[in-house]
C-alpha cells in the first residue's frame, strides 16, 4: 500500500486531520498522491492498489460523507481508462477539482451565512467547524459587532480550537462547558454549528451534542442553522442507509483506573439532530430549508436504486 494513503488514513483515525471538510480533501490529496507515485504500468494492477486506497481512506473514519464524497469524486472514471497513465490524469484532475470546489464553497458558506449575524448578537457554536468558524470570522471582518459563546466539546475539546481560532481573529469570544449550554441559550440569538453529514430527509449528524444544543435552541426560540458544503449531502441516505454513527475508544474518556472496571463506557462521538429543529441549511447554493435536501441530493445524483 502506498505509504502516502497509510499515513493520511491513520492522520484521520487519530484525529491529527479532523473536521469534514479537511478529511475530505486530505482523502482526494492523497489519492493524487497515491496517483502521481504509481509506479507500475499494469492496469489490472493499478485499479486492484486503487481499489485498496479507496477502501483504506473509506474506513479511516465511518460517519462523514463528505471523506465519501471526496474519495469518490476523486475517483470518478478512474476504473474504467484504458491505461494507467490516462487514470492517472483522470485522478490528479479530479482531485483538485474537488479540493478547489471544496474551498471555494466554504467562502460561498462564509459570505451567505456572515449576513445572518446583526449587530448586538450573541452567537452560540459547537465543537470546531471551519463552516461555523467561516461565518463568524467574515462576519466579523464586517465590522459587526457581536459576541460568541463557544462550547467546549469534550472530551477531544475541539473548542479549544475554536475560541483560539475566534480570539486571533478578535471576535468577543466565551468559552462554556457542555452542561452549560440550556442555561446560556437563554442569552443566545443564533447557533451556527457545522456537518458531517446531512441525510435526505434532512437530519444533520455532527459532534455529540450538536443535538442537546437544538433542542435547547428550539426551547428558547432561537435560531438554529447548519453550515454544509454539499457534498456533506449523502446519497445512501437516499436509498435508505442509515448513517453510521462512530463509537470511539473509553480512553478518550477516562483514564485507566479511575472509575472500577465493571463500569462501561460508551463514547458515541456524533449524534443525529432532526429536520424539525434546524432553521435552515447554509449551503454554497445558498440558505435552503432541510425540507429541500431531497431534492438537491436527487439533482446532484440522480435517484437510482443500488
Ligand atoms: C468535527 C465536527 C464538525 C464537522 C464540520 O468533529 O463535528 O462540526 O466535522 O466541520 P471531529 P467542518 O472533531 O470529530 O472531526 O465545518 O470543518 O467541515
Same mark, same amino acid.
Given at each position: 500500500?502506498?505509504?502516502?494513503?497509510?499515513?493520511?488514513?491513520?492522520?484521520?483515525?487519530?484525529?491529527?486531520?479532523?473536521?469534514?471538510?479537511?478529511?475530505?480533501?486530505?482523502?482526494?490529496?492523497?489519492?493524487?498522491?497515491?496517483?502521481?507515485?504509481?509506479?507500475?504500468?499494469?492496469?489490472?494492477?493499478?485499479?486492484?492498489?486503487?481499489?485498496?486506497?479507496?477502501?483504506?481512506?473509506?474506513?479511516?473514519?465511518?460517519?462523514?460523507?463528505?471523506?465519501?464524497?471526496?474519495?469518490?469524486?476523486?475517483?470518478?472514471?478512474?476504473?474504467?481508462?484504458?491505461?494507467?497513465?490516462?487514470?492517472?490524469?483522470?485522478?490528479?484532475?479530479?482531485?483538485?477539482?474537488?479540493?478547489?470546489?471544496?474551498?471555494?464553497?466554504?467562502?460561498?458558506?462564509?459570505?451567505?451565512?456572515?449576513?445572518?449575524?446583526?449587530?448586538?448578537?450573541?452567537?452560540?457554536?459547537?465543537?470546531?467547524?471551519?463552516?461555523?468558524?467561516?461565518?463568524?470570522?467574515?462576519?466579523?471582518?464586517?465590522?459587526?459587532?457581536?459576541?460568541?459563546?463557544?462550547?467546549?466539546?469534550?472530551?477531544?475539546?475541539?473548542?479549544?480550537?475554536?475560541?483560539?481560532?475566534?480570539?486571533?481573529?478578535?471576535?468577543?469570544?466565551?468559552?462554556?462547558?457542555?452542561?452549560?449550554?440550556?442555561?446560556?441559550?437563554?442569552?443566545?440569538?443564533?447557533?451556527?454549528?457545522?456537518?458531517?453529514?446531512?441525510?435526505?430527509?434532512?437530519?444533520?449528524?455532527?459532534?455529540?451534542?450538536?443535538?442537546?444544543?437544538?433542542?435547547?435552541?428550539?426551547? &428558547?426560540?432561537?435560531?438554529?442553522?447548519?453550515?454544509? @458544503?454539499?457534498?456533506?449531502? +449523502? $446519497?445512501?441516505?437516499? /436509498? =435508505?442507509? %442509515? !448513517?453510521?454513527?462512530?463509537?470511539?475508544?473509553?480512553?478518550?474518556?477516562?483514564?485507566?483506573?479511575?472509575?472500577?472496571?465493571?463500569?462501561?463506557?460508551?463514547?458515541?462521538?456524533?449524534?443525529?439532530?432532526? &429536520?424539525?429543529?434546524?432553521?435552515?441549511?447554509?449551503? @454554497?447554493?445558498?440558505?435552503? +430549508? $432541510?425540507?429541500?435536501? /431531497? =431534492?438537491? %441530493? !436527487?439533482?446532484?445524483?440522480?435517484?437510482?436504486?443500488?
Amino acid at each position: 500500500m502506498s505509504s502516502i494513503i497509510d499515513t493520511t488514513a491513520e492522520s484521520i483515525r487519530s484525529m491529527e486531520i479532523r473536521g469534514a471538510g479537511r478529511i475530505a480533501r486530505a482523502g482526494a490529496e492523497a489519492l493524487r498522491g497515491f496517483a502521481e507515485t504509481y509506479a507500475g504500468n499494469d492496469l489490472a494492477s493499478f485499479r486492484a492498489d486503487l481499489k485498496a486506497a479507496e477502501q483504506t481512506l473509506l474506513a479511516s473514519r465511518p460517519t462523514a460523507v463528505s471523506l465519501w464524497n471526496g474519495v469518490q469524486s476523486s475517483l470518478k472514471g478512474a476504473y474504467k481508462t484504458e491505461s494507467v497513465d490516462a487514470a492517472r490524469e483522470l485522478i490528479l484532475a479530479n482531485s483538485r477539482q474537488f479540493c478547489k470546489r471544496s474551498l471555494e464553497a466554504g467562502d460561498m458558506i462564509a459570505r451567505i451565512g456572515a449576513k445572518r449575524i446583526c449587530d448586538g448578537d450573541t452567537v452560540m457554536t459547537h465543537c470546531n467547524s471551519s463552516m461555523a468558524v467561516g461565518i463568524i470570522e467574515e462576519a466579523h471582518r464586517q465590522g459587526k459587532e457581536f459576541k460568541v459563546y463557544a462550547t467546549e466539546s469534550r472530551p477531544w475539546r475541539q473548542g479549544i480550537i475554536t475560541v483560539t481560532q475566534l480570539a486571533e481573529a478578535g471576535v468577543d469570544t466565551t468559552l462554556i462547558i457542555d452542561s452549560a449550554v440550556r442555561s446560556v441559550m437563554k442569552r443566545t440569538d443564533k447557533v451556527f454549528v457545522g456537518a458531517d453529514t446531512v441525510t435526505s430527509h434532512g437530519a444533520l449528524i455532527n459532534k455529540i451534542g450538536t443535538s442537546q444544543l437544538a433542542l435547547a435552541a428550539h426551547e &428558547a426560540r432561537v435560531q438554529f442553522y447548519a453550515c454544509a @458544503e454539499t457534498y456533506k449531502f +449523502s $446519497p445512501m441516505t437516499l /436509498y =435508505g442507509d %442509515m !448513517v453510521t454513527i462512530e463509537e470511539r475508544d473509553i480512553s478518550e474518556v477516562v483514564r485507566p483506573g479511575e472509575i472500577p472496571a465493571s463500569v462501561k463506557v460508551f463514547n458515541p462521538v456524533f449524534d443525529s439532530t432532526p &429536520a424539525a429543529y434546524i432553521d435552515a441549511i447554509i449551503t @454554497e447554493m445558498g440558505m435552503i +430549508s $432541510p425540507g429541500s435536501v /431531497y =431534492g438537491i %441530493m !436527487v439533482e446532484q445524483f440522480g435517484y437510482k436504486e443500488e
